[in-house]
């Protein structure tokens, strides 16, 4: 079993930036894909970025490329997220998540194990 928590959420001006981090406790962190998500109100989660298992591959949303940044540190068990250039339409609850399915799942449904949320707001 993996437990995850955020951190590093908060509220930033439009062009700011912020960097989101996910601490795993548990065992054998290296052999999930990680995937970081967001959910705004009334809108449905959706996949942000994500990222292998050895680190060496990583995806985005069209929305976020060139802006986020995922990476991990397999000796810490941790995943982050830069995020630059924020704008007001990237405000949302953002989640790390962690899947055992081969590959790098997109789906959120293939991820079994959930941080809690962290808020980030980005004002206009």
């Known amino acids: 079993q993996v437990q995850l928590v955020e951190s590093g959420g908060g509220l930033v001006q439009a062009g700011g930036s912020l960097r989101l981090s996910c601490a795993a406790s548990?065992?054998?962190?290296?052999?999930?894909?990680m995937g970081w998500f967001r959910q705004a109100p009334g809108k449905e989660r959706e996949v942000v970025a994500r990222?292998?298992?050895?680190?060496?591959?990583?995806m985005y949303i069209d929305s976020v490329k060139g802006r986020f940044t995922i990476s991990r540190d397999n000796a810490k068990s941790t995943v982050s997220l830069q995020m630059n250039s924020l704008k007001p339409e990237d405000s949302a609850v953002y989640f790390c998540a962690a899947s055992a399915t081969v590959g790098i799942p997109l789906r959120s449904d293939a991820y079994t194990y959930w941080g809690q949320g962290t808020q980030v707001s980005v004002s206009s």
């Open positions: 990222i292998s298992r050895s680190g060496g591959s990583t």
């Open positions: 548990g065992r054998a962190f290296s052999s999930y894909a």
